[in-house]
């Protein structure tokens, strides 16, 4: 740029500081920022500057850096509510929510009031720490100020309190935040239908279940897990004819044990009836669990050659299982597929995916 005799503005340098840490480029970007701070580019950094490199530094875990730029950014501009909100999530993340409670007390006291992700990120970190009582103060304080949540607030607490079987509190923000608008998801469902199960209560458990059905709210592996455990545990996976309805509506058999799968498939074999949807997603299901993440991609292999094709429960099983062995180009390659299929599109319903896809 400056040999075309245009010399480029702080923003320009943002965009390339920006661009240095997505890439996870944390040296370049330091060393340009500290070229913008010195004066040799003549320009000076801004607030969009800061944020940036202490989001950057966030996701690299780099707190030590992060705080040394923090010192450098009060002499050149005072932090926002962005600034503010990477700075707890981070602590939270880091499960020191002592450390972002106090940056989120300094914040309202410099007259930044917190934001709906700032909220979340505190009550999420909250209930993840087992101080629930705190995570619902702060809930109700959001609302007086008319903050109001969404739905993964709304899931942060309700899992926080399914956790603890406090289930009467749940089932109330349940409740509250249907009269709010916000339609549970499938994080919500599975956390009411685990603690109602770990309750005893079936009947209960198998009314959400109803409910996530008739929603249209396309049931996953955790979920698939909680239902299966949950009706085995209570002796009434056998007789819930409604339940395995649903759950072969979903494309799933409704049966976690890996012997039986495979006696499922020998029996269907010696009958001449071809193996099904259902009885491979059984069997991927239960190899991965165990961890035969081999074995369970022969049996993905073995189906697609017979002509059945996987739905997006059986790519959610297959991704958790490399997502634990850390297999990233299997989960890439399975990601690929789905959108392929038309089973991933690129807007919001697939981040779940995507938080597995890290090219």
Same mark, same amino acid.
């Given at each position: 740029?400056?040999?075309?005799?245009?010399?480029?503005?702080?923003?320009?340098?943002?965009?390339?500081?920006?661009?240095?840490?997505?890439?996870?480029?944390?040296?370049?970007?330091?060393?340009?920022?500290?070229?913008?701070?010195?004066?040799?580019?003549?320009?000076?950094?801004?607030?969009?500057?800061?944020?940036?490199?202490?989001?950057?530094?966030?996701?690299?875990?780099?707190?030590?850096?992060?705080?040394?730029?923090?010192?450098?950014?009060?002499?050149?501009?005072?932090?926002?509510?962005?600034?503010?909100?990477?700075?707890?999530?981070?602590?939270?993340?880091?499960?020191?929510?002592?450390?972002?409670?106090?940056?989120?007390?300094?914040?309202?006291?410099?007259?930044? *009031? %917190? @934001?709906?992700?700032?909220?979340?990120? /505190? +009550? $999420? =970190?909250? #209930?993840?720490?087992?101080? !629930? &009582?705190?995570?619902?103060?702060?809930?109700?304080?959001?609302?007086?100020?008319?903050? *109001? %949540? @969404?739905?993964?607030?709304?899931?942060? /607490? +309700? $899992? =926080?309190? #399914?956790?603890?079987?406090? !289930? &009467?509190?749940?089932?109330?923000?349940?409740?509250?935040?249907?009269?709010?608008?916000?339609? %549970? @998801?499938?994080?919500?469902?599975?956390?009411? +239908? $685990? =603690?109602?199960?770990?309750?005893?209560?079936?009947?209960?458990?198998?009314?959400?279940?109803?409910?996530?059905?008739?929603?249209?709210?396309?049931?996953?592996?955790?979920?698939?897990?909680?239902?299966?455990? =949950?009706?085995?545990?209570?002796?009434?996976?056998?007789?819930?004819?409604?339940?395995?309805?649903?759950?072969?509506?979903?494309?799933?058999?409704?049966?976690?044990?890996?012997?039986?799968?495979?006696?499922?498939?020998?029996?269907?074999?010696?009958?001449?009836?071809?193996?099904?949807?259902?009885?491979?997603?059984?069997?991927?299901?239960?190899?991965?669990?165990?961890?035969?993440?081999?074995?369970?991609?022969?049996?993905?292999?073995?189906?697609?050659?017979?002509?059945?094709?996987?739905?997006?429960?059986?790519?959610?099983?297959?991704?958790?299982?490399?997502?634990?062995?850390?297999?990233?180009?299997?989960?890439?390659?399975?990601?690929?597929?789905?959108?392929?299929?038309?089973?991933?599109?690129?807007?919001?319903?697939?981040?779940?995916?995507?938080?597995?896809?890290?090219?």
């Amino acid at each position: 740029m400056p040999k075309l005799g245009c010399l480029p503005d702080i923003v320009s340098y943002n965009s390339l500081i920006d661009g240095y840490l997505r890439n996870a480029d944390v040296g370049d970007a330091c060393f340009m920022l500290r070229k913008v701070c010195c004066g040799m580019m003549n320009v000076r950094p801004d607030l969009v500057t800061f944020n940036a490199m202490f989001n950057g530094f966030c996701k690299v875990g780099t707190v030590e850096e992060l705080l040394v730029y923090m010192s450098l950014m009060w002499k050149v501009c005072v932090p926002n509510v962005v600034t503010y909100g990477i700075l707890v999530d981070m602590y939270c993340k880091m499960n020191n929510v002592n450390m972002a409670y106090r940056v989120f007390k300094d914040m309202k006291s410099s007259g930044v *009031f %917190p @934001n709906l992700q700032i909220f979340t990120s /505190l +009550i $999420d =970190g909250y #209930c993840k720490a087992g101080e !629930l &009582e705190v995570a619902l103060g702060l809930y109700l304080d959001m609302r007086r100020n008319s903050v *109001f %949540p @969404n739905v993964v607030t709304d899931s942060a /607490l +309700i $899992d =926080g309190f #399914c956790k603890r079987q406090m !289930l &009467e509190k749940a089932a109330y923000l349940f409740s509250r935040m249907l009269g709010d608008g916000v339609e %549970p @998801n499938i994080v919500v469902y599975t956390s009411m +239908i $685990d =603690g109602e199960f770990k309750k005893k209560n079936v009947d209960n458990a198998l009314k959400y279940l109803s409910r996530m059905h008739d929603q249209g709210i396309r049931l996953d592996v955790a979920a698939y897990g909680v239902i299966v455990s =949950g009706l085995c545990n209570m002796n009434r996976l056998d007789g819930a004819v409604d339940v395995k309805k649903v759950l072969m509506d979903y494309g799933v058999a409704p049966d976690g044990n890996l012997v039986q799968a495979f006696r499922l498939q020998k029996q269907m074999v010696k009958k001449g009836i071809p193996p099904n949807l259902f009885a491979y997603s059984s069997l991927i299901f239960g190899l991965t669990n165990k961890g035969f993440m081999i074995e369970a991609k022969q049996v993905f292999d073995d189906m697609m050659k017979k002509g059945i094709s996987p739905n997006h429960v059986v790519y959610d099983i297959l991704i958790r299982g490399y997502a634990k062995e850390g297999n990233q180009p299997a989960i890439s390659c399975l990601i690929d597929e789905m959108r392929m299929r038309g089973l991933l599109s690129d807007d919001g319903c697939n981040q779940k995916y995507m938080l597995h896809d890290c090219r």
